[in-house]
């Protein structure tokens, strides 16, 4: 039972405990296919209760990729199989996933990427304005 860890801080009101276990519901998450067959991973969702400010909040377990009922590692895979130029339907279907579940990770990835271009453009802009002051 250590896939449901205490909650750190509330996100309601930021307070750090008590928490209080407000319900344990057993489910699952998608996993990585083997041999092109799709796999589950089955876990609890553990609601808590907030003592300060009486929220109510849910935790996943720890190898869980939220906000999709999947997990980090089939979030990977989904990453590796789109960077070698898999199509979304092949890899829907190994994974048991749909395609639109999919094309969200994918954006995900571009939005991703478009910040890391974002931050190397500022760093490359603080150069330039570097090199300029600096002659
Ligand atoms: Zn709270």
């Given at each position: 039972?250590?896939?449901?860890?205490?909650?750190?801080?509330?996100?309601?009101?930021?307070a750090?405990?008590?928490?209080?276990?407000?319900?344990?519901r057993?489910?699952?998450?998608?996993?990585?296919?083997?041999?092109?067959?799709?796999?589950?991973?089955?876990?609890?969702?553990?609601?808590?209760?907030?003592?300060?400010?009486?929220?109510i909040?849910?935790?996943?377990?720890?190898?869980?990729?939220?906000?999709?009922?999947?997990?980090?590692?089939?979030?990977?895979?989904?990453?590796?199989?789109?960077a070698?130029?898999?199509?979304?339907?092949?890899?829907?279907?190994?994974?048991?996933?749909?395609?639109k579940?999919?094309?969200?990770?994918?954006?995900?990835l571009?939005?991703?990427?478009?910040?890391?271009?974002a931050v190397s453009?500022?760093?490359?802009?603080?150069?330039?304005h570097?090199?300029?002051?600096?002659?």
């Amino acid at each position: 039972m250590t896939d449901h860890p205490m909650p750190q801080q509330c996100p309601f009101c930021q307070a750090q405990g008590p928490f209080k276990r407000h319900a344990l519901r057993e489910t699952w998450w998608r996993d990585v296919p083997t041999e092109s067959r799709p796999r589950v991973r089955r876990g609890h969702m553990v609601r808590w209760r907030c003592v300060t400010c009486q929220q109510i909040h849910t935790i996943q377990p720890h190898w869980a990729a939220p906000p999709r009922r999947m997990t980090q590692e089939l979030a990977r895979w989904i990453q590796r199989q789109l960077a070698q130029g898999q199509p979304i339907s092949q890899i829907a279907q190994a994974s048991g996933l749909d395609g639109k579940t999919i094309r969200s990770v994918r954006q995900d990835l571009e939005s991703m990427r478009h910040n890391q271009q974002a931050v190397s453009q500022i760093a490359c802009g603080r150069f330039l304005h570097a090199s300029i002051e600096s002659t």
